[in-house]
Nanobody, 114 residues
Framework: VQLQASGGGLVQAGGSLRLSCAVSGSGFRFSPMYWHRQAPGKQREWVALVSWDGSTSYAGSVKGRFTISRDNAKNTVYLQMNNLKPEDTAVYYC?????????WGQGTLVTVSS
């Protein structure tokens, strides 16, 4: 299983970005997918989850601003980020969990300027 994240960049506060994570290999359809992030000098933290059936869950800091979704036909998970804040600046990582094993993408940098 390989994950390729993309879509990061530099955006002003209040702006939007959409991250994508393309998954190759088997197991996407019935695996939960996650986004995590790691800000400079901080530990990696969980951001959002989409289950195999499309149900979602969010960290409190992003709820109402971020939307996670998946396209099973494309083996891709998305993170739509709206009303971005400087504190959202981080490297964002996608993750697939299959049979208790975590597979991580390489990360994509999101920088939000004030």
């Amino acid at each position: 299983v390989q994950l390729q994240a993309s879509g990061g960049g530099l955006v002003q506060a209040g702006g939007s970005l959409r991250l994508s994570c393309a998954v190759s290999g088997s197991g996407f359809r019935f695996s939960p997918m996650y986004w995590h992030r790691q800000a400079p000098g901080k530990q990696r933290e969980w951001v959002a989850l989409v289950s195999w059936d499309g149900s979602t869950s969010y960290a409190g800091s992003v709820k109402g601003r971020f939307t996670i979704s998946r396209d099973n036909a494309k083996n891709t998970v998305y993170l739509q980020m709206n009303n971005l804040k400087p504190e959202d600046t981080a490297v964002y990582y996608c993750k697939l969990n299959r049979h208790g094993i975590d597979y991580w993408g390489q990360g994509t940098l999101v920088t939000v300027s004030s």
